[in-house]
């Protein structure tokens, strides 16, 4: 799913067809992706997606659980466990967890950014992450052409404001940022273009969350 390097055309790796993502999109609508491997998925997270969700004017979130992530020193617990501990914090009738990338046969957010788009064109796609993940953008596989892509929605997290905003990423398409009063217009822009939303911070994350399930 990461991984820095351009990212070559889509491959017949890529399961296409009848496969049934059930996502139940349409033309027209504002969706977000929310990428992760979310292990475990906590309310951190679930305060990314609602922030996402209401400053972005969104119709759904979709919650994709990765099958892993290649940056990552150690390998995830199962998709069903991630995918569970998800659907616990994704509150809401707008808010969808998706294994659709392992039923997709992708491991790259490239990929998978170019078969949702491909599958459901008319649908105004905004991938959403936190400010730790703009941080690391420059590591990921294909992460230049993943811009011109989609645009993103860059989710604020306790100590990661001022570092994510000098990331090489951040900087290399400062002219590509629209201010946080335009938010609501991200889903229509043409990409390249992303905004930094700040909330009230939540300070949860999967890493203490599995050091405290661990220590019980």
Known sequence: MWTAGPAPSPSGGIRHGALDLRLGLQ???RVGLFGGSFDPAHE??????????????LDRVIWLVSPGNPLKPRAPAGLERRMASAQ???RGPRMVVSDG????????TIDTVR?????YPGVHFVWIMGADGLKDLHRWRGWTQLMGEIPMAIVARPGEAVRSRLAPAAG???HARLPAGAAMRLPD?????WAFLTAPWNYASSTALRSQLASH
């Open 172 to 174: 290399r398409y400062a």
């Open 88 to 90: 616990r914090l994704a």
């Open 115 to 119: 078969a949702l788009k491909a599958r």
């Open 44 to 57: 951190g997270h679930a305060h990314a997606a609602e922030t996402a969700l209401r400053r972005l004017g």
């Open 189 to 193: 822009s043409r990409p390249p273009a």
């Open 101 to 108: 990338e392992s039923r997709l046969g992708v491991r790259y």
């Open 27 to 29: 033309a027209g609508m």
